[in-house]
Every structure is written in C-alpha cells, then in structure tokens.
C-alpha cells in the first residue's frame, strides 16, 4: 500500500491523517498542531513498549495454561488446584479491601436515567446521525414495523387501519398500566387540556386527572388545545403530539397522532467491534463522523424512494413546565466513544522504531481532541466529561495502562485529570475473574462496566483451548460460568459503589426483526441489575425503553444488594463436553450453522469494508454479526477440530456448502462478488476459512489480524 507520509518529529503521519489533525480536529481549540503531535509523540514512545509488554504477558499466561491443560489431560479439574495454578502465574490477582469508585461529574443518562444503549458503527454517518437522534423515537411507528403487531397487512407498504388501531390500543394499554388516569382509561378520553398547570383529560363532558399527577410534567402550544403533552415515568418521557388533522388520528376522538418515547438514553459510537477501518483513509473517515457530532455539524444527504433526503443532529425539545416556564428536554442520545483495544497497531502512523502506532493510543488522543468541542458547548456532555469505552483488556495490569494513556491524553490536551471517563467491557476472562481489582485502577474514571456474552465465550474458550472440546455454542447460555459471570459483574459494580454513580449494563440483543421476542426476553437484563442494556436499532430502543417503565431498575438494584454473590469457583467452571456422544448430523448441524454466519459476516467484510451487518442465518432470520460473534464461532470450530469432534477435511466441504448458501443470499446485492466460483481466489472464502484453521494462533481468539490483512489485500486489488 502506498501511503504519503509526513515526518513530525519522530514519527511519520500519513498525509491524509496529518491535514484532518491540522486543518479540522484541532481548528478552533485551544490545542495548535505543534503541541498536539510533540505531546502525542513523546507519550507513544512512552506508551508503545508497555503496550507491547502486556501483550507478551497475554502470551505467556496463554503458553501457561495451555502447558497446564496439556500435563493435566484427562484428569478432572481440582477447582482449588486450578486457582492456585492461576494465582501461581499471575492470571489471578489478590482481591484487595472494598472501597468505592469516586468519579465526579457524570451526566444523569449515565448516573440517574435507566434506558436502552445504543451501538452504532461511527464509520456510517447516516446510522450515527439516526442513532444520536434516537433519544425520541416514534412509537406508533416503532410498534407498526414490527412483530409486536399482528395482522394480514403486516410488512405490507399499503396502510392496513385495523393495524393501526391496534397499535394504539397498544399504547394505551400501556399508558394505562403505568401512567394511569384517575377513574378512565386512556382508550376512552376525547381531549387533553392544561388548567392552572394540571393536565386535565377530558371524557365528553367530564373532566380527570391523572393518579400520580406529578407525571405530568409539561406542554407545548396552547392551554385549551396543547400541541404536545410530555408525561415523566420512571425519569423518562412520552410526548403525546396531538394533530386532529395528521392521517394517523383520523380515527382518534382526542386527536392524538403519535406517541414519542423518549429511547435511547446513550448511544456508544463505535470505533471497534462494527467497522471495518484498517488504514488511514478509513481511520480519518469514523474521526471526522465523531468530530462532526461533537462540533453538531455533521449533516448527511441521501437518496430515499427518488427523494433526497437531509439528515442532522436534531435540537433539544422545548416546552412549557407545569409552573409556566421554559422546560428544555436533551433532544439527542449522550454519546459515548467506544476505541479499539490494546492489540492492534495502524499504519497511519510508524514509530521510531519502524513499528506501526497500537491503534488503542492513537484512538484515545484523536477521539479526546474531537470532544474538545463539545467541552465547549455542552452539548453532549452537560458535565463536561468525555465518555470512552474500553474494550478487551486483560485484567488490572490492562486497565491500569488505560488510566496512565488517558493521563498523557489529558497532558496533551490541557485538560482536568480524570475528565476522560472509561467504561470498562468485561468481556475477557482475566477482567472477569479480576473485576474489582480492574475497577479499582480506574476507580476516579470508570463510569460504566459491561457483560459482553460474545466476545466473553470467544475468551473463554480460547483461553481453555486445550482442556476439551466445548459444549455446543446454543448450551453456553445455560453454563454455569456464563451465570456466574453476568451476576459478578452486577455484584461487584454495587459493591464498589455503582449504584447511583454509574452505569452496569448488560449486552445486545441481535435479531432486529425479532422485537415480539426482545419485548418478552430483553426485560430480564433490567431483572438481573442493569441499568443499561445493548440495542442495534432505534426502533428496539423505543420498544426496549418500555421496558423501563415497568421496572423500576435502581429499587431493583437495592434487593440485589443482598443476594448471595456469585462463587469465583463457578466462574472458573470450564464449559467442555462431558464425554460427547453427538451424532455426525448433529455435529456437522452446528457446524454449518457457525460456517454460514462467518461466511455471511466476512464476505461483506472483506470485500464492502462493511464491519456490521444483518446477516442471514442458515433459517433466513436476519441476526446482527460483528467481530464478536465471529470470533465465538471461529473459536468453537477450531476447537472441535483440534480435539477431534470434526475434521478439517469435513469443516472444508461445509465451509464451500456454506459459501453457495450465502451466495444466494446475497443475490439481490449488485456489488457482491461470489465466494462459490472461484473458492481458491475469493480473498472473503479464504479468509473466513483461516479464522478457523489458524483460529488456535490468534491472539486471545480475535479476528482482527486477519480481517485486517486481507481487507488490505483486498483493497489493493
């Protein structure tokens, strides 16, 4: 690859990153480029080699365990032999005495208002603009596109009137359950009026209010005949838009036309897991998406049905409060930005020593030089605090090395220490055996810790490759680590002082078409202690969000107080196969299962640049793959082929059965290039094919390396 770059003191800097630092992410700061690059300059070579070292230390302790397995084959696992080799080798850590976390200005999304969190790919400016804008989200719309409502014209682009009365009885179901009328329901009132700050609702000629009547908090346009009327459960809202003449309240006797429920809370733009920037030209391109949101200028223009269509940042909605004030309700999601971990290096940078810069460092001083802006028009952040997520550290010594980047970061850029908040992804083995002690080296930042079932089995299974073949990937969700390890992760955030302070959420919910079964699955998340839980569109947010209303997450969070805590023992318990006796059908089932939906994924991402996607499964239900799921289905292949459930041989022919079914899945996309006509030449084929034959190599299971090396290939061709 043929890359331009500019010397800067000891570092060369591709061009095209060296003009968008110098001519757009600095401009209008009070950072001049010269103190941008000589501070980042003398922090990389500081931080680079300690980057390197932990990353050596993931190898050893991995040599370490794999020899440990490997001596111990065939033996039982002695629990208490297994901690101590643990501890022995320093996987395990001393747990230290309790404290709290003492982080300081936080915004009430994270610390007060329970809600759905959105992840979006930074690298798409349309989904990020509509994923910052899903704080309010219609939910006539939400319920009418979705699963949740049943009837013949469902999915049909004709209006079908019966379905959407019963989205409106829907709603008022629901209003009636949770922000009840005092002697009527919500399915029987003609009218909405505002009398000396009190919501008056009308039946005819008789007039109620509300039961809890502190829930209705304000209006928009005038006393007799409000425009809007914004109800408050659970600190979140629903703005009820009254338009008599708006098609959808045609058959409304109040007048009603919509529901908008305030949705998702946080919105966590991603620089990770869902995108596919491998080079310079692709880093620059999610930088300047984050830069625009935190300047609130980013605006994208895009074709829709023949029209063009504009998309901005929408501005904070306005009313009039019970008590006749101005009332301002914050009109967009809190962004957060999730980095890259500490693995990966980019060629957008070359160090002194010929290395290419770990992308991690470079991530956390160009992201924190974006939110500069908005450190100055609070627009995002009323705190005045930066939100970074961490992904895929290693334990203690990991998140420490965090704290000491964020440090020169703040250095760097003249900023307050700690302004630069972490929210830590429990999502390898290390972290979760070691989490109080991983809290602690981040207790002044963290703000936010994290279940990632996902990329937590991918670990698990890579970091006991060598104990045993693996119970099947749909059995993992009823192990017995798996339930230790979401319940730890609540338990220890109370015990160090989350409550009230900062966020403890719980992971995605991947089948987007699905909503019917998220409305009765995804409500357990809330039921375990979290008060923030993973979405992948603004319609489930809306829909998650209602969620919220019907539990009261942080009275929730008190009864988990007093709970038995989950057993280290159990966390530790490996998930392997007692002695399998699984058929060939069933084994080659599950196998084709995870082929296809790793051809599905790669395939887009090597070949489109695509890092996130809905992608087919073997049924033809629509799930969203990213680099997580990749990696758990890589990792359980390679697993049974090294422990002989199934042959590389047999993995092969499936791998090319699979390559033709996605094909057809993909017929209908005019950019797609065919995996099944030539398998040798299909760069997508063979990667997705390496992800599982090299699978035991990678570092820790993780797919990066060899996404990124070929999409480079890919590129170049």
């Given at each position: 690859m043929n890359i331009n770059y500019i010397d800067i003191g000891n570092l060369k800097v591709s061009e095209?990153?060296?003009?968008f630092v110098n001519e757009e992410l600095l401009v209008e700061t009070n950072i001049n480029p010269e103190r941008f690059w000589s501070g980042f300059d003398r922090s990389v070579h500081e931080l680079a080699p300690k980057n390197k070292e932990l990353l050596e230390k993931r190898k050893d302790l991995q040599k370490k365990i794999d020899d440990w397995h490997i001596q111990n084959k065939g033996k039982e696992i002695n629990i208490n032999e297994y901690k101590k080799f643990l501890k022995k080798i320093g996987y395990l850590v001393d747990t230290g005495s309790n404290f709290k976390i003492e982080t300081n200005n936080v915004d009430d999304e994270i610390t007060k208002i329970a809600g759905p969190q959105l992840v979006v790919p930074i690298m798409n400016a349309r989904y990020a603009l509509n994923a910052a804008n899903a704080r309010w989200v219609s939910l006539y719309d939400s319920l009418y596109g979705t699963d949740i409502i049943e009837s013949e014209e469902g999915?049909?682009?004709?209006?079908?009137?019966?379905?959407?009365?019963?989205?409106?009885?829907?709603v008022r179901e629901f209003l009636d359950k949770y922000i009840p009328i005092d002697g009527t329901s919500w399915k029987n009132i003609t009218g909405l009026k505002i009398v000396n700050g009190d919501l008056i609702i009308l039946k005819g000629d008789y007039e109620y209010k509300l039961k809890d009547t502190h829930k209705f908090i304000g209006h928009r346009g005038d006393v007799n005949k409000p425009e809007a009327v914004i109800l408050q459960n659970n600190k979140l809202h629903f703005e009820i838009i009254i338009n008599p003449r708006a098609f959808s309240a045609a058959h409304d006797i109040a007048g009603i036309s919509d529901v908008i429920a305030e949705s998702a809370?946080?919105?966590?733009?991603?620089?990770?897991?869902?995108?596919?920037?491998?080079?310079?030209?692709?880093?620059?391109?999610?930088?300047?998406?984050?830069?625009?949101?935190?300047?609130?200028?980013?605006?994208?223009?895009?074709?829709?049905?023949?029209?063009?269509?504009?998309?901005?940042?929408?501005?904070?909605?306005?009313?009039?409060?019970?008590?006749?004030?101005?009332?301002?309700?914050?009109?967009?999601?809190?962004?957060?930005?999730?980095?890259?971990?500490?693995?990966?290096?980019?060629?957008?940078?070359?160090?002194?020593?010929?290395?290419?810069?770990?992308?991690?460092i470079m991530d956390a001083f160009i992201t924190t030089a974006a939110a500069l802006h908005d450190l100055k028009r609070k627009k995002n952040s009323r705190a005045g605090s930066i939100y970074i997520v961490k992904p895929k550290m290693h334990g203690p010594e990991e998140t420490a090395f965090t704290d000491l980047i964020f440090t020169k970061v703040e250095e760097t850029l003249n900023l307050q220490k700690n302004t630069c908040k972490i929210g830590i992804m429990d999502e390898e083995r290390r972290t979760s055996a070691n989490l109080k002690e991983c809290i602690r080296t981040l207790k002044n930042r963290v703000f936010f810790i994290n279940t990632g079932f996902l990329d937590r089995t991918g670990d698990e299974m890579h970091t006991s490759m060598e104990s045993g073949p693996m119970i099947k990937k749909g059995d993992m969700k009823s192990s017995k680590w798996i339930s230790a390890y979401e319940n730890n992760n609540v338990d220890v955030g109370l015990e160090c002082g989350f409550f009230g302070k900062a966020?403890?959420?719980?992971?995605?919910?991947?089948?987007?078409?699905?909503?019917?079964?998220?409305?009765?699955?995804?409500?357990?998340?809330?039921?375990?202690?979290?008060?923030?839980?993973?979405?992948?569109?603004?319609?489930?947010?809306s829909l998650h969000a209602l969620h919220y209303h019907q539990i009261d997450i942080f009275s929730e969070q008190k009864k988990?107080?007093?709970?038995?805590?989950?057993?280290?023992?159990?966390?530790?318990?490996?998930?392997?196969?007692d002695r399998p006796n699984w058929s060939v059908d069933e084994i080659n089932s599950e196998i084709s299962n995870s082929a296809q939906t790793i051809l599905g994924y790669v395939v887009r991402w090597i070949d489109q640049g695509v890092g996130c996607s809905k992608v087919p499964d073997i049924n033809n239900i629509g799930l969203m793959e990213d680099r997580a799921t990749l990696r758990i289905s890589s990792q359980h292949i390679a697993n049974w082929i090294h422990h002989g459930i199934t042959t590389k041989i047999q993995v092969t022919e499936i791998m090319k059965a699979m390559a033709k079914v996605v094909d057809k899945q993909n017929e209908g996309d005019k950019n797609y290039v065919k995996m099944s006509d030539n398998y040798d030449q299909s760069i997508a084929f063979q990667t997705a094919c390496d992800l599982i034959f090299k699978g035991r190599e990678q570092p820790s299971g993780y797919t990066e390396p060899l996404l990124h090396l070929n999409r480079i290939k890919k590129k170049l061709v």
């Open positions: 095209n990153l060296v003009k999915g049909s682009e004709r209006y079908d009137p019966n379905r959407g009365q019963e989205v409106i009885k829907y809370v946080s919105t966590i733009c991603d620089n990770e897991d869902s995108v596919a920037a491998v080079d310079a030209e692709d880093k620059v391109y999610c930088y300047k998406n984050w830069l625009g949101l935190m300047k609130g200028n980013l605006k994208i223009q895009f074709e829709k049905k023949g029209k063009i269509l504009e998309r901005k940042l929408n501005p904070d909605r306005s009313y009039i409060s019970k008590d006749g004030k101005g009332l301002k309700l914050q009109g967009r999601s809190l962004l957060l930005i999730r980095n890259v971990g500490h693995l990966m290096t980019n060629s957008a940078i070359i160090l002194k020593d010929g290395n290419e810069v770990p992308e991690g966020q403890i959420g719980k992971g995605m919910w991947a089948a987007p078409d699905m909503m019917k079964q998220m409305m009765v699955e995804k409500i357990g998340h809330l039921k375990a202690g979290a008060n923030c839980a993973w979405v992948p569109s603004p319609t489930a947010a988990i107080l007093n709970r038995d805590k989950a057993k280290l023992d159990d966390l530790l318990t490996l998930p392997i196969a």
